[in-house]
């Protein structure tokens, strides 16, 4: 009969600073008071399925243990007894970690089945229990408040806390556009994340987000920001593994700690990467990674639109301005329909169904022109014509857009899901004094003071319910060209993730 053995605690740190030890198939000799020695066979990596550690256990016994199963996004492993000196057979265990709900504390559950020699079952149950899950949970409570998991052998707490606590190469995967073109250009490959370099810090991403900027680099649009054989994608939400010189906890960072970040080198779509410290911000608890991803880039970008160009939290002469917002189903769209209304706009969206109308009404679009062939001018000066023009549309929309513009209208042209806008004809806009932005969200958060002053209005938006976050449609990162695909097929409303 097989013997089961289950214990759970709770640790009192956040959950991405115990997987970081936990997960580390070949740490237990520097935390776990059994544990004398340990070493990977083969010279093979710590988190590769199926290697194996070898321990010397302080009691003079041996075992060999197999990585069975390895899963950072749900933080769980599994492994099992190959060989022991001690007769455990048939031993296969089971490591799960869960957030808990104030998001700094972290729930273990470990669980092992086993058989035994005859008469061993309580001998061996207790030995597993206590010996070995009671003692581990107590060994790394006492491990981390010593910061054991920050320290370099042979270093000062301080001057390591400075600098990084692990400096190898890390297993992950990535995204690479193998030739310029369509989504089947993107191809899944293994790739390390080497060390982080000064000023980085390296992030396990667990969800990236999917932005329309992402098709251009794999078109070869912007050849000068991807070359053939990048990475595309420019945000990802996750939790920090460690950091090079001048980075960490000088700059706030901890192993474990919860962030996401938006840079303006595309590189995202992969499992572990490096970024600037200075692009990076720690997430509150209440904010999954999922939700951080489908938000950063579109949500700043809402940000900067709602406030800066479009100054619409700014009493304006002629009452409430009128907003016109492209693609208002989509990612940006959602997210500046809302804010737009909560700021007392008018809020007129164009989008290309009647699903993602009600989508995009839900959302606080008044007036939803539905259209799939950018006829939407003669509607919208209907209602007045445009004070503010969010155009995510670019060339194919250029003309209906002069025409949709109320006289001294502002046309933000922020993106050409339909083909780069041709030269605008200044004449054209001279006609009613029309004035025209072409900005891009980096520029706006180009410091990390304005970066950090911005995604805190964020998140106090999505906290106070002026935001809702848009619906999230996930893909796993091997469906990367599914996601693109349907991004420009126009089948998608709301936000996309890449769940690494
Ligand atoms: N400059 C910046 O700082 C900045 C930052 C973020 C995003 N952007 C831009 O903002 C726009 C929206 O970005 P997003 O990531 O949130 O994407 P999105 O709006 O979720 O997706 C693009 C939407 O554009 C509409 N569209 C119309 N004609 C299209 C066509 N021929 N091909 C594909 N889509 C078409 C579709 O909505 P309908 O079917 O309803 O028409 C589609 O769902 C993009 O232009 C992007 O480049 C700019």
Redesign the pocket.
């Known amino acids: 009969m097989l013997q089961k053995v289950v214990r759970s605690t709770i640790i009192d740190a956040p959950i991405g600073r115990v997987w970081a030890v936990i997960r580390d198939f070949n740490g237990h000799d520097q935390w776990h008071s059994v544990v004398d020695a340990s070493r990977i066979e083969r010279g093979e990596r710590s988190d590769q399925v199926g290697c194996v550690r070898n321990f010397n256990l302080k009691d003079g016994n041996h075992i060999r243990e197999q990585l069975l199963t390895l899963d950072d996004r749900h933080y769980k492993s599994t492994y099992c007894i190959v060989e022991a000196t001690v007769p455990l057979q048939r031993y296969v265990a089971t490591v799960t970690l869960k957030p808990v709900t104030d998001g700094n504390r972290t729930f273990w559950h470990w669980e092992s089945t086993f058989a035994t020699p005859p008469g061993m079952e309580r001998e061996l149950t207790d030995m597993v229990a206590q010996g070995v899950y009671e003692a581990g949970f107590e060994n790394l409570r006492k491990h981390l408040r010593e910061g054991g998991d920050l320290r370099l052998p042979g270093s000062s707490r301080d001057s390591t806390l400075a600098t990084m606590p692990r400096a190898l190469p890390v297993a992950s995967r990535r995204i690479v556009v193998k030739h310029y073109g369509g989504p089947e250009q993107m191809v899944l490959e293994d790739a390390d994340c080497p060390a982080p370099g000064p000023g980085e810090v390296r992030i396990r991403q667990r969800a990236i987000g ?7 680099l794999r078109r070869g649009w912007i050849p000068p920001m991807m070359a053939e054989g990048g990475t595309p994608g420019m945000e990802a939400a996750g939790s920090v593994l460690d950091w090079g010189e001048g980075a960490g906890s000088t700059m706030g960072f901890l192993p474990g700690d919860r962030v996401a970040y938006l840079w303006h080198v595309p590189g995202s779509y992969a499992q572990v990467r490096n970024v600037p410290a200075d692009a990076v911000v720690h997430l509150p608890p209440t904010v999954e990674d999922e939700t951080a991803a489908a938000l950063l ?2 949500g700043l ?1 809402a940000d ?2 709602v406030h800066d160009l479009g100054q619409l939290d700014r009493p304006r002469p002629g009452g409430a301005p009128r907003v016109l917002v ?8 959602l997210l500046v329909c809302a804010w737009a209304r909560k700021l007392g706009a008018t809020v007129i969206g ?4 009647e699903t ?1 109308a009600r989508l ?1 009404r839900e959302y606080g679009c008044q007036h939803v022109i539905v ?2 062939n ?1 006829r939407f001018a003669e509607a919208v000066q209907k209602l007045g014509g445009a004070d503010v023009l ?5 060339e ?2 250029r003309d209906e857009n002069l025409a949709a513009l109320a006289r001294r209208g502002h046309w933000i042209s ?6 780069a806008l041709a030269q605008v004809d200044t004449h054209a806009l001279l006609a009613k004094s029309i004035t025209f932005s ?7 958060v180009a410091t990390r003071a304005e970066l950090e002053r911005r995604a805190a209005r964020l998140w106090a938006a999505l906290a106070d319910g002026t935001l809702r976050a848009p619906p999230v449609e996930r893909h796993s990162l091997a469906g990367a060209a599914e996601a693109h695909a349907r ?10 993730v890449l769940l690494a």
């Open positions: 999917v932005n329309y900027i992402d098709v251009y880039l579109k970008t900067y639109l492209h693609a208002a189903a989509g990612g940006v769209g164009t989008v290309s169904s993602k995009a259209s799939d950018y969010v155009d995510g549309l670019g194919a929309a922020l993106g050409n899901a339909t083909g072409r900005p891009v969200v980096f520029d706006y991004l420009e097929r126009r089948a998608t409303s709301g936000a996309l």
